[in-house]
């Protein structure tokens, strides 16, 4: 059984907690954020909800030297990172110092560049090698679940995947007439770059929402799904063989694209400084700090989740296309860890990466994404961790 450092402690973050302190895999947690009020909240509600204690800390996780501290002094066996993708490399650092596996669940950014790419954190790879620790990137639900769905299907289904979309729907409404379900700021410019997609050996760059195409959702319906960049698309067409092409759509209502379109248009998704009554502020951040924090929503928010893969690919000679996809209802989540489907299906396979690491199941040396690992024992976790998943063939 193992020890196990939680750092952030947000929407995602209560997830892990209240998930990981569920499971036997993990007999001691401590839970670490930039604010100890965060923390000491979670840690009320698990003791409230399942009498158990936890240990919290305080930490700025852009401060390697602090994180070694932290990390000697609770001598975890792993760190998983559910803080801001800001702080992949700090805290990769610092694991690698101390010593320990690491988890995240989201590709590193920089602060000043709305740009993520995976080779930042893929150059770690020898040095973590060296050390003989794993660094698992990218378990969440997209990146995360999608990898493993992919490489699901490539184990079981295909000789030779020649197509992937992946498909994100979330229909829940908060009611608010405008929030964000993970991080405001993350999330505003993830949706507001470019698309990018991968065909033939190369990425083709779009206009942000500039292609759209509408999908009938198992369990929710048709929706307006526009293709944007999204990271495991990187790192899926180094280990799919034979992929022509990758895809990435995500849904958005009108009065969600009306809204971001105006405060992009004033100049509110700015991440540069601007000089306000003789301070400095960025846009974005301010922005941030207006709108709903999205770890409040879970309460407010009703409907579902529909996350998926269309592979369509070759099986002894002959075409065939499946979909592998969860629904997820965010009533039902706020049940069971007080959060919305959005923080759950992005905190169950932090989890279960983590439980993956823990149990020996998945295991290696050096920086590795999901698909690089066999998918069937974490899709076997998915069912019973509260994540089911469907595969039907189109
Ligand atoms: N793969 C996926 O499917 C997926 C989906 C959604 C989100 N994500 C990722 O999940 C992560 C968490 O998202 P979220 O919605 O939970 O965000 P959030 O609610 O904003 O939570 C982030 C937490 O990180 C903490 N933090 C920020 N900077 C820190 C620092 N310098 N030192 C220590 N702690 C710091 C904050 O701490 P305080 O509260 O203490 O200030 C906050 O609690 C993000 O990386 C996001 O991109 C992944």
Redesign the pocket.
């Known amino acids: 059984m193992s020890d196990i450092l939680i ?7 209560r997830v892990v907690v209240h998930k990981c302190v569920q499971d036997a895999t993990f007999d001691h947690i401590t839970l670490a ?3 100890l009020s ?1 923390c000491e909240l979670y840690q009320k509600e698990v003791k409230e909800r399942y009498n158990k204690e936890i240990d919290i800390a305080k ?4 401060d390697v030297p602090a994180l070694v501290a932290l990390i000697k002094k609770v001598k975890p066996d792993m760190v998983l990172n ?4 800001y ?1 992949d490399l700090t805290i990769m650092e610092a694991c690698l110092q101390a010593k320990v596996h690491y988890l995240d ?2 590709n590193y950014e920089h602060p000043d560049s709305a740009k993520f790419e995976y080779k930042e954190q893929w150059a770690y790879h020898d040095r973590f090698k060296k050390a003989g620790i794993l660094a698992l990137l ?1 378990s ?5 679940v999608t990898n493993v769905f992919c490489a699901y299907a490539q184990k079981h289904y295909f000789d030779t995947i020649e197509t992937i979309d992946i498909l994100d729907c979330n229909a829940g409404d908060h009611g608010y007439p405008f929030a964000t379900n ?2 405001p700021e ?1 999330n505003l410019r993830e949706v507001s770059s470019k698309g990018r997609y991968w065909e033939n050996g190369k990425w083709i760059e779009t206009e942000p929402m500039e292609i759209k195409m509408v999908w009938d959702y198992p369990e929710i319906g048709k929706k307006d799904s526009y293709l944007l960049y999204h990271e495991e698309m990187e790192s899926l067409i180094k280990h799919i063989k034979g992929l022509k092409r990758i895809r990435f759509f995500m849904t958005f209502g009108e009065s969600y694209l009306t809204h971001m379109k105006c405060l992009e248009n004033v100049g509110m998704l700015g991440i540069q400084k601007v000089e306000h009554n003789g301070c400095k502020i960025v846009p974005m951040q301010f922005l941030k700090t207006l709108l709903p924090d ?2 409040t929503l879970g309460e407010r928010t009703k409907g579902k989740t529909n996350i998926g893969i269309v592979a369509k690919g070759l099986k002894d000679g002959t075409e065939k296309t499946i979909y592998i996809y969860n629904i997820c209802d965010h009533e039902e989540t706020y049940k069971e860890t007080l959060s919305q489907a ?2 759950y ?2 905190g169950v396979p932090a989890m279960i990466g983590a439980k993956m690491m823990m149990q020996g199941k998945w295991m290696g040396q050096g920086v590795f994404n999901m698909e690089q690992f066999d998918p069937d024992p974490f899709m076997d976790a998915l069912k019973n961790d509260g994540l089911p998943w469907f595969v039907k063939e189109l």
Request: no cysteine; glycine share 18%.
């Open positions: 750092i952030g402690a947000g929407g995602v973050g954020s930039r604010r965060s930490v700025d996780a852009d559910i803080a801001l993708p702080q669940t989201a990218g969440g639900f997209d990146p995360g993970f991080n993350i999205p770890a959005v923080s299906t992005t």
